[in-house]
Nanobody
Framework: QLQASGGGQVQAGDSLRLACAAS????????MGWFRQAPGKEREFVAA????????YYADSVKGRFTISRDNAKNTVYLQMNSLKPEDTAVYYC???????????????????????WGQGTQVTVSS
């Protein structure tokens, strides 16, 4: 139901834009998030956005470089990634929670346990 795309292999300093398109149901009333998992590491939070777009959180490691946004009319969430670094190399996953228009704490936004639906992941590789 969630399809992530836009990954690729780039040089340090380059940009990529990931997209996560939903199908089969709408997620316009749900929190959407991006997580990533590097080889040998646990999955980590990257960014999340509330259903209205009015609440956004980022991991400290990407703050100022990445921007999450959503287009509810297209049932799609985006992750604009600028000034990419080799340490951004990972498989990036999009995710959505199942409770419409629900208020959460910041810690919940950043927790993988909040999310019920996950995309298949898209590989981002940044070389120095």
């Amino acid at each position: 139901q969630l399809q992530a795309s836009g990954g690729g292999q780039v040089q340090a300093g380059d940009s990529l834009r990931l997209a996560c398109a939903a199908s089969g149901r709408t997620f316009s009333s749900n929190v959407m998030g991006w997580f990533r998992q590097a080889p040998g590491k646990e999955r980590e939070f990257v960014a999340a956005i509330s259903w209205s777009g009015g609440i956004i959180y980022y991991a400290d490691s990407v703050k100022g470089r990445f921007t999450i946004s959503r287009d509810n009319a297209k049932n799609t969430v985006y992750l604009q990634m600028n000034s990419l670094k080799p340490e951004d190399t990972a498989v990036y996953y999009c995710a959505a929670d199942r409770r419409p228009r629900t208020t959460y704490t910041e810690s919940l936004y950043k927790s993988s346990g909040l999310y019920d639906y996950w995309g298949q992941g898209t590989q981002v590789t940044v070389s120095s």
